[in-house]
Protein backbone atom coordinates (compact mmCIF):
# COMPACT_ATOMS: atom_id res chain seq x y z
CA UNK A 1 0.00 0.00 0.00
CA UNK A 2 1.42 3.13 -0.76
CA UNK A 3 0.11 6.77 1.25
CA UNK A 4 -0.26 9.01 -1.07
CA UNK A 5 -1.96 6.74 -3.71
CA UNK A 6 -4.68 5.91 -0.64
CA UNK A 7 -5.08 9.68 -0.15
CA UNK A 8 -5.66 10.38 -3.70
CA UNK A 9 -8.53 7.89 -4.21
CA UNK A 10 -9.95 8.68 -0.77
CA UNK A 11 -9.72 12.52 -1.82
CA UNK A 12 -11.23 11.44 -5.34
CA UNK A 13 -14.03 9.37 -3.75
CA UNK A 14 -15.02 12.62 -1.29
CA UNK A 15 -15.52 14.64 -4.12
CA UNK A 16 -17.73 12.50 -5.74
CA UNK A 17 -20.16 11.96 -3.14
CA UNK A 18 -20.20 16.05 -2.46
CA UNK A 19 -20.57 16.72 -6.02
CA UNK A 20 -23.51 13.76 -5.58
CA UNK A 21 -25.55 15.32 -2.58
CA UNK A 22 -24.98 18.37 -4.10
CA UNK A 23 -26.94 17.41 -7.02
CA UNK A 24 -29.51 15.22 -5.21
CA UNK A 25 -29.99 18.69 -3.08
CA UNK A 26 -30.39 20.66 -5.62
CA UNK A 27 -32.80 18.29 -7.33
CA UNK A 28 -35.31 18.25 -4.62
CA UNK A 29 -35.79 21.66 -4.99
CA UNK A 30 -38.14 20.91 -8.28
CA UNK A 31 -41.65 19.87 -8.00
CA UNK A 32 -41.22 16.18 -8.35
CA UNK A 33 -42.83 12.89 -7.53
CA UNK A 34 -42.71 12.11 -4.06
CA UNK A 35 -41.72 8.49 -4.50
CA UNK A 36 -38.49 9.92 -7.07
CA UNK A 37 -38.00 12.67 -3.87
CA UNK A 38 -37.94 9.48 -1.33
CA UNK A 39 -35.42 7.84 -3.92
CA UNK A 40 -33.37 11.06 -4.28
CA UNK A 41 -33.52 11.09 -0.43
CA UNK A 42 -32.28 7.38 0.02
CA UNK A 43 -29.19 7.76 -2.41
CA UNK A 44 -28.01 10.94 -0.38
CA UNK A 45 -27.92 9.36 2.42
CA UNK A 46 -25.85 6.55 0.90
CA UNK A 47 -23.42 9.13 -0.57
CA UNK A 48 -23.65 11.29 2.80
CA UNK A 49 -22.64 7.92 4.78
CA UNK A 50 -19.86 7.23 2.16
CA UNK A 51 -18.68 10.57 2.19
CA UNK A 52 -18.06 10.56 5.77
CA UNK A 53 -16.41 6.95 5.63
CA UNK A 54 -13.87 8.24 3.07
CA UNK A 55 -13.54 11.24 5.70
CA UNK A 56 -12.82 9.26 8.76
CA UNK A 57 -10.06 7.12 6.67
CA UNK A 58 -8.50 10.49 5.45
CA UNK A 59 -8.33 12.23 8.92
CA UNK A 60 -6.83 8.28 10.56
CA UNK A 61 -4.09 9.35 7.91
CA UNK A 62 -3.98 12.83 8.63
CA UNK A 63 -5.53 14.37 5.48
CA UNK A 64 -8.56 16.27 4.47
CA UNK A 65 -11.30 15.66 1.87
CA UNK A 66 -11.11 17.11 -1.67
CA UNK A 67 -13.64 19.99 -2.34
CA UNK A 68 -15.16 20.15 -6.13
CA UNK A 69 -13.66 22.11 -8.28
CA UNK A 70 -15.95 25.35 -8.09
CA UNK A 71 -16.14 25.66 -11.96
CA UNK A 72 -17.65 21.68 -12.08
CA UNK A 73 -19.73 22.27 -9.36
CA UNK A 74 -21.03 25.67 -11.21
CA UNK A 75 -21.16 24.09 -14.52
CA UNK A 76 -23.11 21.30 -12.89
CA UNK A 77 -25.58 23.46 -11.08
CA UNK A 78 -25.80 25.33 -14.40
CA UNK A 79 -26.98 22.49 -16.83
CA UNK A 80 -29.31 21.16 -13.99
CA UNK A 81 -31.53 23.92 -13.94
CA UNK A 82 -31.64 25.02 -17.81
CA UNK A 83 -33.04 21.10 -18.67
CA UNK A 84 -34.95 21.34 -15.96
CA UNK A 85 -36.37 24.82 -16.88
CA UNK A 86 -36.90 23.08 -20.24
CA UNK A 87 -39.04 20.63 -18.90
CA UNK A 88 -39.89 19.81 -15.30
CA UNK A 89 -40.53 16.02 -14.59
CA UNK A 90 -39.29 12.96 -13.30
CA UNK A 91 -38.29 11.42 -16.58
CA UNK A 92 -36.08 14.96 -17.05
CA UNK A 93 -34.99 14.54 -13.92
CA UNK A 94 -34.23 10.93 -13.96
CA UNK A 95 -32.13 11.46 -17.22
CA UNK A 96 -29.82 13.87 -15.34
CA UNK A 97 -29.16 12.17 -12.70
CA UNK A 98 -28.54 9.24 -14.84
CA UNK A 99 -25.85 11.50 -16.46
CA UNK A 100 -24.94 12.28 -13.05
CA UNK A 101 -23.92 8.43 -12.30
CA UNK A 102 -22.23 7.79 -15.66
CA UNK A 103 -19.66 10.53 -15.00
CA UNK A 104 -19.49 9.45 -10.77
CA UNK A 105 -18.84 5.80 -12.08
CA UNK A 106 -16.05 6.57 -14.64
CA UNK A 107 -14.16 9.35 -12.21
CA UNK A 108 -14.04 6.50 -9.58
CA UNK A 109 -12.91 3.70 -11.77
CA UNK A 110 -10.20 5.86 -13.25
CA UNK A 111 -9.33 6.83 -9.81
CA UNK A 112 -9.05 2.94 -8.94
CA UNK A 113 -6.99 2.48 -11.65
CA UNK A 114 -5.06 5.43 -11.09
CA UNK A 115 -3.82 4.54 -7.75
CA UNK A 116 -3.21 1.03 -7.90
CA UNK A 117 -1.35 0.95 -4.73
CA UNK A 118 -4.14 2.01 -2.95
CA UNK A 119 -5.15 0.79 0.56
CA UNK A 120 -7.76 -2.36 0.32
CA UNK A 121 -10.20 -0.35 2.58
CA UNK A 122 -10.09 2.78 0.16
CA UNK A 123 -10.69 0.46 -3.02
CA UNK A 124 -13.48 -1.51 -1.63
CA UNK A 125 -14.69 2.07 -0.88
CA UNK A 126 -14.50 3.15 -3.69
CA UNK A 127 -15.87 -0.16 -5.27
CA UNK A 128 -18.86 0.45 -2.66
CA UNK A 129 -18.97 4.33 -4.34
CA UNK A 130 -19.54 2.54 -7.72
CA UNK A 131 -21.88 -0.13 -6.93
CA UNK A 132 -24.09 2.85 -5.25
CA UNK A 133 -24.26 4.56 -8.81
CA UNK A 134 -25.02 1.31 -10.15
CA UNK A 135 -27.98 0.66 -8.05
CA UNK A 136 -29.54 4.57 -8.37
CA UNK A 137 -29.22 3.92 -11.97
CA UNK A 138 -30.91 1.00 -12.19
CA UNK A 139 -34.04 2.13 -9.57
CA UNK A 140 -34.08 5.50 -11.69
CA UNK A 141 -34.98 3.77 -14.72
CA UNK A 142 -38.15 3.08 -14.36
CA UNK A 143 -38.62 7.33 -14.73
CA UNK A 144 -37.88 7.28 -17.78
Given amino acids: ME ?12 NGC ?3 VSSFEQMQEFDLRADLLE ?7 RHCQMQDEAAELLHEL ?6 PNPMAKAMSW ?6 MG ?3 DATQAAKIMMD ?6 QSIGE ?4 YPSASDGSVKLARKLIKSEEDFMAEIKEYL
Avoid: V
Fill in 100 to 105: GCNMGI
Fill in 18 to 20: RMA
Fill in 39 to 45: LLHKYED
Fill in 78 to 83: ITTEAK
Fill in 111 to 114: AISK
Fill in 62 to 67: GEEGKT
Fill in 3 to 14: RRDTIELLREID
Fill in 86 to 88: MKE
